[in-house]
């Protein structure tokens, strides 16, 4: 750490160190030094050599350096050099017995504050020079510390992972640190001279805004979580602290604010919350399907007794059977409610889903209608599942149901089944169940797809989107109870107009759950060395690929979208080994991109992603059979070992694959 610059008090001692091979002039220095009255007294050491010098002020801060002159000052200038080299401040006075006035201006120039002759040295003629040097040292001090201080404060701010903005009294922006610019998207120079609302989302209400500048315009800190957007159109949340600077009168002439980006917190607070109500929500269904139950009980049982007694040729019988009928429906409704909240009576069993997917297709197809094409795409040697065959049955049915009214003019249903594993990093990312084998169920639609603002919805009771009179809103509701009564979780994948596909992930019984699954990646089995073209237009996505893949060892080109993606390869000048595209992106398909870019680079291999499961993309004719192909969501640890096994297959192999 910096020490400040050292200044002798009035009438202190000075300490003073003199370099020099003569030792007899040590002794009369220091009988000069000793006669000195008042401000020059001090208290004088002695280095024989260069080497001797440096090891002395490099261990203590001396007020004065006395260096006596040699072959053209050599000594002084060699002394003065290493000690800026190593930020040593201290006078240094020239002590010679004669010099020309060129090695004289030569040493000022380097540094040395005074050149005193040896010839008439006195008291006097050595205290004078001796007191104006350290006075001029500590006032030259105090200005280099303060320009340190300037300075280490300058490299914390622009080092600071937190946002640090500095606008004039009127919210003007004059400075920006490169958190700012990293995460907002802005570059300096287009913050610089704008106001803060460039990064304004329209999520704040005016009285937020109202009371923010009510608040520091009055000198006080205003601190609250506020949600932007960066230049790309992207919304962050962030932490905001504002302080009012003022000047040496006491007005404020400026703003600071230090801003923390809580994005991923409040992502995962949200699922939070997210799971709470749903548990919440869970628990007040059972409690009102169970109460309604009983209700419901006593209203057929009376219902049932009025039909018996009044005969089928009575006046009110169509009526109470009427009665009898709507009350059933109610007690479907009740089960639904039930399900939701995972208090339905199970029979569990030890399943092969593959065998209960075939038995529920044979009435599917009655079910969807003649203009949906069903496929039904078992995986081979199959895990086995604990849960309720009833249970899953109605897991599948609503799926097909909810993708049927999703298709009005008909479509492709897919359902498939595969084993999965589920490591450490990707259990770690979704907090959702432990590591270990699964059982994937997945059911894709070509349907119209979900609103991004209706997915954290869909699986609430009641909600939804269709026609009054054209659903309860209890289908999904129902499906998720099911899922988590079983063990498992739900995932669902959608792009409004192309369709949406769910994910159910069901553990394997007969295999223990593997907690020891490595937690140190990348392993050297996914190493690597190659240029790959990374083009993904979800950003999360695609910076924590960045980070990984760079990690494992290669070089990678990242593009947020196909044309920016031809725009990359094509000012690369380097071999592109391997490209890795999303199957659905705007404006241009990963398909399309490939197409394009494999006819300029035809060695380059490509490896497409997609939410959508392998087996529905092939289906649904989006990619071609030999396409190499990994299923959102994945672990880093399968994307590395699937780049490995796309890179160092055959040639021949890939395109026969």
């Known amino acids: 750490m910096d020490e400040p610059t050292k200044c002798a008090e009035p009438n202190s001692p000075l300490d003073i160190l003199l370099v020099g091979d003569r030792e007899e002039d040590f002794f009369i220095i220091r009988d000069l030094l000793s006669r000195t009255q008042g401000a020059a007294q001090a208290q004088l050491e002695h280095a024989a050599s260069f080497d001797e010098a440096l090891a002395y002020v490099a261990r203590k801060s001396y007020d004065l350096v006395l260096v006596e002159y040699d072959a053209e000052g050599k000594t002084a200038l060699r002394l003065m050099q290493e000690m800026r080299c190593r930020d040593i401040v201290a006078p240094l006075m020239v002590l010679a017995e004669d010099a020309d006035e060129t090695t004289v201006a030569k040493l000022i120039q380097a540094g040395a504050c005074d050149f005193v002759p040896k010839s008439g040295l006195n008291e006097a003629s050595l205290a004078r020079p001796m007191r104006c040097a350290v006075n001029l040292h500590c006032k030259e001090g105090q200005r280099q510390d303060a320009e340190k201080m300037l300075r280490k404060l300058s490299r914390a701010v622009e080092q600071s992972a937190d946002l640090v903005i500095i606008t004039d009294r009127n919210g003007v922006i004059e400075y920006v640190n490169p958190a700012f610019e990293k995460l907002t998207g802005y570059t300096r120079q287009e913050a610089v001279g704008q106001n803060p609302r460039i990064l304004k989302s329209g999520q704040q209400s005016k009285a937020l805004y109202q009371d923010l500048w009510t608040t520091i315009l009055s000198g006080k800190v205003f601190r609250g979580t506020l949600v932007n957007r960066k230049k790309n159109g992207e919304l962050f949340y962030l932490e905001k602290t504002i302080s009012p600077v003022r000047d040496a009168h006491g007005a404020i002439t400026h703003f600071i604010s230090t801003d923390r980006d809580i994005t991923e917190r409040y992502k995962l607070e949200a699922q939070l919350r997210q799971a709470q109500k749903m548990d919440a929500v869970g628990q007040l269904a059972g409690g009102v399907a169970h109460d309604f139950n009983n209700l419901l009980m006593v209203i057929s049982s009376y219902a049932e007794l009025m039909l018996n007694a009044i005969g089928p040729d009575h006046h009110l019988h169509h009526n109470v059977k009427e009665i009898i009928d709507e009350a059933r429906r109610a007690a479907d409704l009740t089960r639904q409610l039930l399900a939701f909240s995972r208090k339905q009576m199970q029979d569990l069993q030890i399943l092969d889903l593959n065998h209960v997917i075939a038995d529920i297709a044979k009435i599917l197809g009655r079910v969807i209608g003649e203009d949906i094409q069903l496929t039904v795409l078992p995986g081979e040697k199959l895990g086995r599942v604990k849960a309720d065959p009833v249970q899953v049955e109605q897991v599948v049915m609503n799926l097909a149901t909810n993708a049927r009214d999703a298709m009005p003019n008909g479509g492709k249903l897919t359902i498939e089944t595969s084993n999965v594993n589920l490591d450490e990093a990707y259990v770690q990312e979704h907090s959702i169940v432990p590591p270990g084998d699964y059982v994937l169920l997945a059911v894709s ?193 399968a994307l590395g070992q699937k780049i490995r096994a796309v890179l160092q297959a055959d040639p021949v192999e890939i395109a026969s694959s």
């Open 445 to 637: 639609d070509s349907g119209r797809g979900i609103q991004p603002e209706h997915l954290a919805h869909i699986f609430e009771p009641f909600f939804t989107t269709k026609e009054k009179g054209k659903g309860t809103g209890l289908g999904l509701a129902t499906v998720y109870g099911i899922v988590k009564q079983n063990g498992g979780f739900i995932w669902v994948y959608s792009e409004p107009g192309l369709g949406t596909t769910f994910k159910i992930y069901l553990p394997q019984v007969g295999h223990a759950m593997d907690r020891a699954v490595a937690r140190h990646f990348p392993e050297i089995s996914v190493q690597g060395w190659e240029t790959v073209l990374l083009v993904e237009d979800e950003e999360a996505v695609r910076r924590a690929a960045c980070e990984f893949l760079t990690l494992c060892g290669y070089k990678v080109l990242e593009a947020k979208d196909g044309q920016h993606g031809i725009e990359v390869a094509r000012s690369y000048s380097g071999p592109i080994h391997l490209m890795i595209t999303d199957v659905v992106m705007p404006h241009m398909s990963g398909s399309q991109l490939a197409q394009q870019l494999t006819l300029e680079r035809p060695s380059m291999r490509v490896m497409f992603v997609s939410g959508y499961a392998e087996k529905t993309i092939l289906q649904h004719g989006v990619l071609e059979s030999s396409a190499k192909f990994l299923q959102k969501p994945f672990t880093l640890k």
